[in-house]
């Protein structure tokens, strides 16, 4: 909820703070016949009004913590480790195996995101539509059981069949996280939260390359060794799914494992992301804004960049360490370090940008890291001495995983109404899904051992990605300017404060003025919250950068 600040000045975010939020809150609700909009507006007209504090706000936070929290990473874990079993079983002979030519395996990765592509009108229309819970456990089971079924493919047509059927159920996947992510935490807390699951990225290259060293060494007459990593994912990924069904609720409203107090405090924390929590009803009028929406196409830009450099490695990352002159199964134990390097990279760059408050800066940065390593791939030499330096900017290629994490979170926090939060995470996730198209198509095993078309690539794309995190603040700066302006024609203070980026300090310092020791109290039908506008039609809505 943003509220007046004390003093006055220019529109103020978190990243420049005149005032910071009451001790406790007191909520009106409006008659239900009143409320339009979201269902969390509803569910308070409901239950008449709550007051609470910053304990008990801390308190639910913890507890959607533990519930929601592992839930997520276990949902990104599997998905990541169902995608990414390709890649291990490349250096195991599935090429030779199911009679690959080079062309065909790089087919073999791009044509999950063709099903992907194809399927994200549809997802983002069901997770308007149905349970967030229920669609995402759902997709889990349906993956997991195709991946298991990878392992009766023996030849090129059953196999792209198949993973195009993956990427179709996996299209449900990251934009459900990040549709959850915006459902149950404030906008200060979600840069971490998504970095965490995004980080899964990283503790699948761990635990993949462990249990494909492991599952590697099972020699049978009767079946190859690729089909028995396909048969190992695919079985856990369904138990998972499973469990997932279970314990995942579909909205705070509707969290059996919290009392109804709990329940309203968890919805109420919420109103001041000006960004609603779940309406379940599709708006035409939010669709259409997202296609002419500008930060819709920056983000598209900038996901598309990132995904063409981190499909292509991810795709041949262990061949390129193989071709540095290592064997079959030291290239999987090196890749060991990738994930530590990249865990350590997507949840350091959070905490960066969570207490600088500044994504597009971090973004720049961290874009560096990946350039540095890219330049080193291409001008050492391969002459069996130099695999340390070669190993090295590999791993400094890694950071990259940090920055698609970031853009999921950075989009997510600038856009609000139901309908439009996800029409605009289903359009950075068709960028995703064509980068990761293209990005294996650069990448050629007759370019072996430099690969040069696909570095130089990666390389021009790591510097776009940076000038990009440069750019896209200054037009949010304008935006914000577009709505102080627009408050001030409505006779609202130009200078608000938008409480859902305080940080715990903040929310537990008292405000220096007349208001202290006084709950501030606002009537739903007043706050546009949660009134399922699209933030740039919500004067209210503060940009962040």
Same mark, same amino acid.
């Given at each position: 909820?943003?509220?007046?600040?004390?003093?006055?000045?220019?529109?103020?975010t978190?990243?420049n703070?005149?005032?910071?939020?009451?001790?406790?809150?007191?909520f009106i609700?409006?008659?239900?016949?009143?409320?339009?909009?979201?269902?969390?507006?509803?569910?308070?007209?409901?239950?008449?009004?709550?007051?609470?504090?910053?304990?008990?706000?801390?308190?639910?936070l913890k507890?959607?913590d533990?519930?929601?929290?592992? !839930?997520?990473?276990?949902?990104?874990?599997?998905?990541?480790?169902? %995608?990414?079993?390709?890649?291990?079983?490349?250096?195991?002979?599935i090429?030779?195996?199911?009679?690959?030519?080079?062309?065909? &395996?790089?087919w073999?990765?791009?044509?999950?995101?063709?099903?992907?592509?194809a399927?994200?009108?549809?997802?983002?229309? !069901?997770?308007v539509?149905l349970p967030?819970?229920?669609?995402?456990?759902?997709?889990i089971v349906?993956w997991?059981?195709?991946?298991?079924?990878l392992?009766a493919?023996?030849?090129? %047509?059953?196999?792209?069949?198949?993973?195009f059927?993956?990427?179709?159920?996996?299209?449900?996947?990251a934009?459900?996280?990040?549709?959850?992510?915006?459902?149950w935490?404030?906008?200060?807390?979600?840069t971490?939260?998504?970095?965490?699951?995004n980080?899964?990225n990283?503790?699948?290259?761990?635990?993949?390359?462990?249990?494909t060293?492991?599952?590697g060494?099972?020699?049978?007459?009767?079946?190859y060794? &690729?089909q028995?990593?396909?048969?190992f994912?695919?079985v856990?990924?369904?138990?998972?799914?499973i469990?997932?069904?279970?314990?995942?609720p579909?909205?705070?409203?509707? #969290?059996?494992?919290?009392?109804?107090?709990e329940?309203l405090?968890?919805?109420?924390r919420?109103?001041?992301?000006?960004?609603?929590?779940?309406?379940?009803?599709?708006?035409?009028?939010? #669709?259409?804004?997202t296609?002419l929406?500008?930060k819709?196409?920056?983000?598209?830009?900038?996901?598309?960049?990132?995904?063409?450099?981190s499909g292509g490695?991810?795709?041949?990352?262990?061949l390129?360490?193989?071709?540095?002159?290592?064997s079959?199964?030291?290239?999987?134990?090196f890749?060991?370090?990738?994930?530590?390097?990249?865990?350590?990279?997507i949840?350091?760059?959070?905490?960066?940008?969570t207490?600088?408050?500044? %994504?597009?800066?971090?973004?720049?940065l961290?874009?560096?890291?990946?350039? +540095?390593?890219?330049?080193?791939?291409? +001008?050492?030499?391969?002459?069996?001495?130099t695999?340390?330096?070669?190993?090295?900017?590999?791993?400094?290629?890694?950071?990259?995983?940090?920055?698609?994490?970031?853009?999921?979170?950075?989009?997510?926090?600038?856009?609000?109404?139901?309908?439009?939060?996800?029409?605009?995470?289903?359009?950075v996730?068709v960028?995703?899904?064509?980068?990761?198209?293209?990005?294996?198509?650069?990448?050629?095993?007759?370019?072996?051992?430099?690969?040069?078309?696909?570095?130089?690539?990666?390389?021009?794309?790591?510097?776009?990605v940076?000038?990009?995190?440069? !750019?896209?603040?200054? &037009?949010?700066?304008f935006?914000?300017?577009?709505h102080?302006?627009?408050?001030?024609?409505?006779?609202?203070?130009?200078?608000?404060?938008?409480?859902s980026?305080?940080?715990?300090?903040?929310?537990?310092r008292?405000?220096?003025?007349e208001?202290?020791?006084?709950?501030?109290?606002?009537?739903?039908?007043?706050?546009?919250?949660?009134?399922?506008?699209?933030d740039?039609?919500?004067?209210?809505?503060?940009?962040?950068?």
């Amino acid at each position: 909820m943003a509220s007046e600040s004390p003093k006055p000045g220019p529109a103020s975010t978190a990243e420049n703070v005149d005032a910071i939020a009451p001790a406790s809150r007191a909520f009106i609700a409006a008659p239900p016949e009143k409320v339009l909009g979201d269902k969390a507006a509803k569910f308070i007209a409901e239950h008449g009004e709550i007051v609470f504090d910053y304990e008990d706000e801390r308190a639910v936070l913890k507890r959607v913590d533990i519930r929601i929290l592992p !839930l997520l990473l276990g949902a990104y874990f599997f998905q990541q480790l169902d %995608k990414s079993s390709l890649s291990y079983v490349s250096i195991f002979g599935i090429i030779q195996d199911a009679n690959l030519t080079s062309q065909q &395996y790089s087919w073999l990765s791009s044509i999950l995101y063709f099903g992907q592509l194809a399927f994200q009108p549809l997802a983002a229309f !069901l997770l308007v539509r149905l349970p967030t819970g229920k669609v995402i456990g759902t997709a889990i089971v349906l993956w997991g059981a195709t991946q298991a079924l990878l392992a009766a493919c023996t030849g090129f %047509k059953s196999l792209i069949a198949l993973r195009f059927l993956l990427g179709a159920f996996e299209s449900l996947i990251a934009p459900s996280c990040i549709a959850i992510t915006q459902m149950w935490w404030r906008r200060s807390e979600q840069t971490l939260r998504t970095s965490y699951w995004n980080a899964m990225n990283g503790v699948t290259q761990i635990v993949g390359s462990l249990l494909t060293y492991g599952l590697g060494h099972i020699m049978s007459h009767n079946i190859y060794r &690729y089909q028995v990593i396909f048969i190992f994912c695919g079985v856990s990924t369904f138990i998972y799914g499973i469990t997932f069904l279970i314990l995942m609720p579909d909205s705070p409203m509707e #969290a059996k494992y919290l009392s109804e107090r709990e329940q309203l405090i968890a919805v109420e924390r919420l109103r001041a992301n000006q960004m609603g929590v779940a309406s379940r009803k599709w708006r035409w009028d939010h #669709a259409l804004e997202t296609l002419l929406d500008i930060k819709t196409w920056l983000w598209f830009l900038i996901m598309t960049s990132i995904s063409i450099a981190s499909g292509g490695i991810g795709t041949f990352g262990n061949l390129i360490v193989k071709d540095f002159g290592y064997s079959n199964f030291t290239s999987i134990l090196f890749n060991i370090p990738f994930g530590v390097i990249q865990f350590g990279c997507i949840v350091g760059s959070a905490a960066l940008a969570t207490k600088i408050r500044r %994504k597009g800066l971090v973004i720049t940065l961290v874009s560096l890291l990946p350039i +540095t390593g890219t330049i080193l791939m291409l +001008t050492v030499p391969r002459n069996g001495h130099t695999k340390g330096a070669l190993l090295f900017g590999y791993y400094l290629v890694s950071c990259l995983g940090a920055v698609t994490p970031m853009i999921f979170t950075w989009q997510g926090q600038n856009t609000g109404g139901d309908t439009k939060k996800k029409t605009t995470t289903g359009v950075v996730i068709v960028g995703m899904c064509a980068g990761n198209i293209i990005g294996p198509q650069v990448f050629n095993t007759k370019d072996a051992p430099l690969y040069r078309p696909g570095l130089i690539s990666a390389l021009v794309q790591f510097v776009f990605v940076g000038a990009l995190g440069l !750019l896209i603040p200054m &037009y949010l700066m304008f935006l914000n300017k577009m709505h102080e302006r627009k408050r001030v024609e409505l006779g609202k203070r130009a200078d608000i404060v938008d409480e859902s980026m305080f940080n715990k300090t903040e929310m537990q310092r008292p405000q220096d003025s007349e208001l202290d020791q006084k709950e501030q109290v606002t009537s739903i039908e007043d706050d546009n919250g949660l009134q399922d506008r699209s933030d740039l039609k919500n004067e209210d809505f503060i940009y962040v950068y």
